[in-house]
C-alpha cells in the first residue's frame, strides 16, 4: 500500500483552513461568538500590521498611501491569499469592496469570527495611512451571502457614526476637536 498514492485531499492550504475553522469553532463555542471576534482580531491587527510592513519594504515608502494606494494595496493583499475583492465604490468617505472568494473557502461558512481578520487587516492598514478607519461587514460569505460586501469609512461622518463596525485607529492624523458640521471624528 503506498499511503503518498491516495486520493485524501489532504494538503497544506487545506490543512490550515480546516485548522482556522476548527479554532474558530471552539473559540466560538467557549467563550462566544463577542469573544472569539475579540480573540480573532487581535491575530488580524498584529497580521495587519506585519502586513503593512511588507508592503511598505516593497513599495519603499517615504510617507503614506493614498486612499486610491490603499484600495489597491487591499485588493492584492487579497488576491495573494485567493480572495477575489474588486472595487465598487470609491469617495472621500468610505471605500466599499466587494468580494466573490473567501481565502478560507467553505470552512468560513457559518463561522463568522473569522470575518474579523478581514476587518483588522483593512481596518489596521487604512488607519495606519489615514489615521482612521471604520470597517462595516455589511455581508459575508459567513454569513450566507454569496459574496463580501465591506465598507470602509474614511472619516467619522454621520454614516461611519451610525454603522455598524469597527473603528481603528493609526498615527497618520493626530486627534483633535471636529469642527461643527465637518463630519471628522472627534476624539
Known amino acids: 500500500m503506498r499511503l503518498a498514492e ?21 473559540l466560538e463555542e467557549i467563550v462566544g461568538m463577542e469573544e472569539a471576534s475579540s480573540y480573532i482580531s487581535l491575530v488580524g491587527q498584529r497580521l495587519g500590521e506585519r ?8 513599495l519603499e515608502l517615504d510617507g503614506r498611501l493614498d486612499r486610491h494606494q490603499i484600495a ?72 450566507g451571502a454569496p459574496g463580501c460586501r465591506v465598507v470602509i469609512h474614511l472619516r467619522g461622518t454621520p454614516e461611519a457614526v451610525a454603522a455598524d463596525g469597527r473603528d481603528y485607529f493609526g498615527e497618520a492624523v493626530a486627534p483633535g476637536p471636529a469642527e461643527p458640521g465637518d463630519g471628522s471624528a472627534s476624539p
Request: hydrophobic residues 45%; contains cysteine; glycine residues 8%.
Open 72 to 143: 489597491a494595496v487591499l485588493i492584492d493583499l487579497k488576491r495573494r491569499i485567493q480572495g477575489d475583492f474588486f472595487i465598487i465604490e470609491e469617495s472621500e468617505d468610505r471605500i466599499v469592496l466587494g468580494n466573490r472568494a473567501c481565502p478560507f473557502g467553505d470552512k468560513v461558512l457559518g463561522r463568522e469570527s473569522m470575518c474579523m481578520l478581514t476587518s483588522n487587516l483593512f481596518g489596521q492598514i487604512t488607519a495606519q495611512h489615514l489615521g482612521y478607519a471604520k470597517v462595516e461587514l455589511r455581508e459575508t460569505i459567513a454569513r
Open 51 to 58: 502586513i503593512d510592513g511588507l508592503y511598505a519594504k516593497a
Open 6 to 26: 491516495l486520493d485524501i485531499g489532504l494538503e497544506r492550504d487545506v490543512f490550515l483552513g480546516a485548522l482556522i475553522r476548527e479554532l474558530a469553532e471552539s
